[in-house]
């Protein structure tokens, strides 16, 4: 316990944090390219077509690390909320800012990728499907979240705004989900095609997997950009505001 | 708890001696509802299928319309901060201006939506369980919306990002109100779940936005 905490004291000093970043992020591009074109190799030359689906199935490579990564990202953001809220943590309200769009662009990537799947499976771009819906309120989710940040000006109000809005829309999004379960049931019982025939083949779960844990680097890889960007961003914004104050004082 | 019944008393003056802000919503109700004929034609079979979802959404957006008053006058002249001194937490502060804009919003639409109903061929039998899922549904959207203008108290364009904020947290509350209506218009799934799981919405928001909305009034009261 005290040396979780002594880590994450050690990672409240922004400095410290620019240095441990700028020394991880190589490493994990690297990690990242090389897990992409293991993923992308075996995406389309070992993994097999669908007998039913044809090539079409391997929009799924890209589909579902995209729609892990859009909760992944939403939770990521609660916890750094916590962080922000509770231990007014400086670097947990850099991490859930940052964190947004990332996780939206993902979640966006999912619903599209879902969408063109869509078209050849279901016929329709668009099925009010249980998990489409969810997912799309996931996005009305986050882009509240982004606008409620770029509406406040001052940095410091903004995230503990959004923080509390991250909370209170994680407690929501089971219900949510939950509920338009519910919904779907009642509207259209068993309409949608079902995707679950037998189970997952290792030649599918295999270029599944390394895609996902490639899709899950590259969103650390732009997290931690993005943080550092945002910490310098944020210093430009404070040495120009010294700037101002001393012409000022002058 | 004298102080809170005063608050809520006050709030209610206010609002029924304003007069216009209660007219307009309900103006609302009735414009929002009686253009959508208009869009989808005058067949009232398929109005009547429909009624349950469009008074649900009409009300959703006219309570929407409504909330960012809730705080917002009170911010402007500075009433909320002698409030917040005041012997009365925050938390309950809250839960006074949300029930004050209930009693004095959300009852309303929720009598105009039977008169609507009619616009709209809702079958008879349906009537009493409009009223009664509307009325159990409705302090919900009271204080999610007092979430929303708690957040977004003194911002520029407030009014539409709140709309951005809650309306997709109002997505359980709607669902499951459209769907204890049609149980009992269409079935074949019973009344009594959906209109439990709808109550039970309406109560754990009752216990758990008043926080919520009462840490983001003390972040924009500093």
């Not at chain 1, 916890?79 to 939206?104: C, N």
């Not at chain 1, 996931?138 to 903004?158: D, K, V």
């Not at chain 2, 003056?13 to 004929?37: C, D, H, M, N, Q």
């Not at chain 2, 009537?127 to 108290?153: I, K």
Request: charged share 10%; with cysteine.
């Amino acid at each position: 316990m005290t040396q979780t905490e002594g880590l994450f004291n050690r990672l409240a000093n922004p400095t410290r944090f620019m240095s441990i970043a700028a020394a991880i992020l190589p490493w994990l591009t690297g990690v990242t390219v090389i897990l992409f074109a293991v993923g992308l190799y075996l995406t389309f030359f070992v993994a097999p077509p669908d007998y039913q689906q044809g090539e079409t199935v391997k929009i799924m490579f890209i589909h579902v690390p995209a729609a892990w990564l859009a909760m992944m990202g939403y939770s990521l953001i609660a916890v750094s909320s916590i962080g922000s809220l509770i231990w007014r943590h400086p670097l947990a309200d850099v991490s859930a800012k940052t964190a947004a769009p990332i996780g939206a662009v993902f979640t966006f990537l999912a619903l599209v990728t879902g969408s063109l799947w869509g078209k050849p499976m279901w016929g329709t771009y668009w099925v009010w499907d249980a998990r489409l819906t969810s997912v799309l309120v996931l996005l009305f989710l986050y882009l509240g979240l982004i606008a409620l940040w770029q509406s406040i000006e001052e940095p410091s109000r903004a995230g503990r705004a959004a923080a509390i809005l991250a909370l209170v829309g994680f407690v929501n999004v089971p219900i949510i989900k939950f509920s338009v379960d519910w919904w779907n049931t009642l509207h259209q019982p068993a309409s949608v095609a079902r995707l679950d025939g037998p189970a997952i083949h290792s030649s599918i779960l295999t270029p599944l997997l390394v895609m996902a844990a490639a899709f899950t680097c590259l969103f650390f890889v732009l997290h931690l950009k993005a943080m550092t960007t945002e910490i310098l961003r944020r210093r430009v914004e404070a040495l120009r505001m010294t700037q101002v104050a001393r012409a000022a004082a002058e | 708890m004298s102080a809170f019944w005063a608050l809520v008393r006050r709030d209610l003056r206010l609002a029924w001696r304003e007069g216009g802000a209660i007219s307009t919503t309900l103006g609302f109700y009735l414009v929002v509802v009686a253009i959508l004929p208009l869009g989808l034609g005058p067949d009232l079979n398929l109005l009547a299928r429909i009624a349950p979802g469009v008074l649900w959404v009409a009300l959703l957006l006219s309570a929407l319309l409504s909330v960012d008053r809730i705080f917002h006058n009170d911010h402007e002249d500075g009433a909320l901060e002698l409030l917040a001194l005041g012997p009365l937490p925050l938390e309950l502060i809250v839960v006074a201006k949300a029930l004050a804009h209930w009693i004095s919003t959300g009852i309303p639409l929720v009598l105009a939506a039977p008169v609507l109903a009619l616009l709209l061929n809702l079958p008879a039998e349906a009537f009493g369980v409009l009223l009664l899922t509307m009325a159990t549904g409705t302090p919900a959207t009271s204080f999610l919306g007092a979430l929303g203008a708690a957040l977004t108290l003194g911002l520029r364009r407030g009014g539409l990002l709140l709309s951005l904020l809650i309306l997709p947290l109002f997505v359980p509350v709607l669902i499951f109100g459209v769907s204890a209506i049609n149980a009992v218009i269409i079935g074949p799934s019973p009344f009594l779940p959906s209109y439990l799981i709808l109550a039970a919405l309406t109560l754990a928001t009752l216990a758990l936005t008043p926080f919520a909305a009462a840490a983001a009034l003390r972040l924009n009261l500093q």
